[in-house]
T-cell receptor, first 110, second 115 residues
Framework: EDQVTQSPEALRLQEGESSSLNCSYTVSGLRGLFWYRQDPGKGPEFLFT???AGEEKEKERLKATLTKKESFLHITAPKPEDSATYLC???????????FGKGTKLTVNP | NAGVTQTPKFQVLKTGQSMTLQCAQD?????MSWYRQDPGMGLRLIHY???????DQGEVPNGYNVSRSTTEDFPLRLLSAAPSQTSVYFC??????????????FGPGTRLTVL
């Protein structure tokens, strides 16, 4: 069964304290891995797409990396405005479907 | 571009009532989909469409109907609402290139409560 697991479920950081979020997956064929940010009461906002192992993408304080079994979202020197739930989703080969993880709720305290 | 829009933003129904959640996109995307988001469950795919006139079931299709008569619109119909359908519903759309869908963009959601 195709599965996407995110850890930790919740993470509390102090402003400036760097850390990483994990997304591990077991799927029959990976066509792409997506990271989204979701603020309370809003829809998921697209951050990154990764297609192959070794690929990396950066945006401001965020950097996403991909291996054959997992992806990391690294947050460098986070600010309170980075507080949100971060969702990982996997696009499975031979399918038009996305499988989502349950998300990591990040809180950055000033 | 407005992107993906959804109406209504909030809705309260009684058990057994029917209603349609509206979704529209102005990006000329071929692919559109509906998800529901429940606490502790993550986003789950209900139905999707790869173009006008073509729809298919996702992970949790029971109790929901869809149709796609235009590229822009993809309404979700609840035939006889049940308390188990209380959830937040998101519509998403994506372009298709070379037969493959790309990044999905989400609407702001509809929060539905069934009493």
């Amino acid at each position: 069964e195709d599965q996407v697991t995110q850890s930790p479920e919740a993470l509390r950081l102090q402003e400036g304290e760097s850390s990483s979020l994990n997304c591990s997956y077991t799927v029959s064929g990976l066509r792409g891995l997506f990271w989204y940010r979701q603020d309370p009461g809003k829809g998921p906002e697209f951050l990154f797409t990764l297609y192959s192992a070794g690929e990396e993408k950066e945006k401001e304080r965020l950097k996403a990396t991909l291996t054959k079994k997992e992806s990391f979202l690294h947050i460098t020197a986070p600010k309170p405005e980075d507080s949100a739930t971060y969702l990982c989703a996997v696009h499975i080969g031979g399918s038009e479907k996305l499988v989502f993880g349950k998300g990591t709720k990040l809180t950055v305290n000033p | 571009n407005a992107g993906v829009t959804q109406t209504p933003k909030f809705q309260v129904l009684k058990t057994g009532q029917s209603m349609t959640l509206q979704c529209a996109q102005d990006m000329n995307h071929e692919y559109m989909s509906w998800y529901r988001q429940d606490p502790g469950m993550g986003l789950r795919l209900i139905h999707y469409s790869v173009g006008a006139g073509i729809t298919d079931q996702g992970e949790v299709p029971n109790g929901y109907n869809v149709s796609r008569s235009t590229t822009e619109d993809f309404p979700l119909r609840l035939l006889s609402a049940a308390p188990s359908q209380t959830s937040v519903y998101f519509c998403a759309s994506s372009s298709v290139a070379g037969g493959l869908t790309d990044t999905q963009y989400f609407g702001p959601g509809t929060r539905l409560t069934v009493l």
